[in-house]
């Protein structure tokens, strides 16, 4: 029998992902359930899955947690410590689906234990892809991706050899915005920028869909997990979502992967790797499709793309720099205190504001360093916005 943890369980993909688990329970043993805030989730899918233990990142909440476990079994623990111990507990399989860097210490606490990491988290890669992946190296652990667009891409890579890749071509919906005149951008609202065409998404990582934020993310992620240059890394915008990803290679062919826009798809093929298991997602019909467009996005309409292909080439702490300065972007711009084309100003200006006081391309030297940058960028970010406020 597996064992399986999953850190961010009461997420969007969290619950994709126990949806999967629960279907199959006599195959998985689960060690660890975690949350934030979602208390009853927590504890109702924590008692169904019969978990080791459930963990609340809110201290505060951790009688409001054992309440609700009271009589089940389940060990109930609370606390930011208290998810990088429950990290210690090993697994064989691990999804990381927490949301924001505090994603991050749990999965390289349990990376040293060996594990398969299902990573959902963007933040980890984006903010300390070379430190990640030489912790996994270190303990002989594996570490898959979930985002669709990676998965794809790393399905589309089974059996090929990384030389005979000639680039990386990722998709993108284009977001809510996308058929938006130009001038009207910047009075868009939260909600308008919050309602995703194709996906069912949280509201923060729809809002960065919308501002190519979250595909600026995705580009970097490309860039620190295949260990391809950005010259090699494209991104292209595709208003259907069915093909998530392409991999040209150097003699012409294109491999394209293509599926329902279902994140179940991505989870089931990390959780059943190397093998392909029969999954709930909905099948596709390429002629009731008809039409799949691609076209270049515009970097007028998406500055994000040109920001992170900047933070690409420069490579070492700006990843993390970038990662803060658009979370704080985008809180200042559900805040209303900033509008929706603001939020690529406030990441530049932080890029900028920062980098005198800060080495942006000098490699971090670990989990500390990575934290103590965000921490500073986001402080930076917030002058900046400031400062913007005051012109
Ligand atoms: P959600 O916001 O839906 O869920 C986040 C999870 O993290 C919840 O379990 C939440 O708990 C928990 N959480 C929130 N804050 C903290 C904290 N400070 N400490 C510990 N746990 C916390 O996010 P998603 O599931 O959408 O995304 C998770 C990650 O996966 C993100 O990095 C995202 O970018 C990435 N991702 C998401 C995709 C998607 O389709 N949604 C696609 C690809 C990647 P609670 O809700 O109980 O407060």
Request: glycine share 8%; aromatic share 6%.
């Amino acid at each position: 029998m597996r064992s399986v943890s999953i850190f961010g369980a009461t997420g969007s993909i969290g619950q994709n992902t126990v949806d999967l688990i629960a279907r199959d329970p006599g195959a998985y043993r689960v060690v660890a359930l975690t949350g934030g805030a979602n208390i009853a989730q927590l504890a109702e899918d924590a008692i169904r899955l019969k978990a080791e233990v459930a963990v609340t990142a809110h201290d505060d909440r951790l009688d409001d947690l054992r309440a609700a476990l009271a009589g089940s079994g389940v060990e109930a623990t609370a606390g930011q410590g208290a998810l990088v111990e429950a990290a210690d507990r090993p697994a064989d399989w691990v999804m990381s689906a927490i949301v924001g860097a505090a994603g991050l210490a749990p999965g390289f606490r349990a990376l040293r234990h060996g594990t398969t990491l299902a990573l959902a988290n963007k933040e980890s890669l984006v903010t300390a892809g070379p430190l990640l992946l030489a912790e996994a190296r270190a303990h002989g652990a594996t570490i898959l991706p979930v985002d669709s667009e990676h998965s794809a891409v790393f399905q589309a890579l089974v059996g090929e050899e990384m030389e005979a890749v000639e680039k990386i071509i990722i998709t993108a919906s284009g977001g809510g915005l996308r058929d938006w005149p130009l001038e009207a951008l910047p009075k868009a609202t939260v909600a308008d920028a919050g309602a995703h065409p194709n996906w069912a998404m949280g509201q923060r990582i729809t809002i960065d869909s919308a501002s190519m934020f979250n595909k600026g993310m995705e580009l970097i992620e490309t860039k620190e997990f295949f260990g391809v240059g950005p010259d090699r890394i494209e991104a292209v915008v595709h208003p259907q979502s069915i093909v998530h990803a392409l991999v040209g290679f150097r003699d012409g062919a294109l491999m394209a992967h293509l599926g329902a826009p279902d994140m179940r798809h991505a989870i089931g093929y990390a959780l059943h790797w190397p093998d392909r298991r029969e999954l709930p997602v909905a099948r596709i019909d390429l002629a009731q499709i008809a039409t799949l467009e691609f076209y270049a996005p515009d970097l007028v309409r998406y500055p994000a793309l040109r920001i992170a292909r900047e933070v690409m080439e420069a490579g070492g702490r700006s990843g993390a720099v970038f990662n803060a300065a658009k979370e704080i972007a985008l809180d200042a711009f559900i805040a209303g205190r900033i509008g929706f084309m603001q939020m690529s100003e406030v990441v530049d200006r932080t890029l900028s504001a920062i980098s005198p006081r800060l080495c942006l391309v000098s490699p971090m030297s670990g989990l500390e360093d990575v934290l103590h940058t965000d921490h500073m960028a986001r402080n930076t970010a917030w002058s900046e916005i400031e400062k913007m406020e005051r012109t």
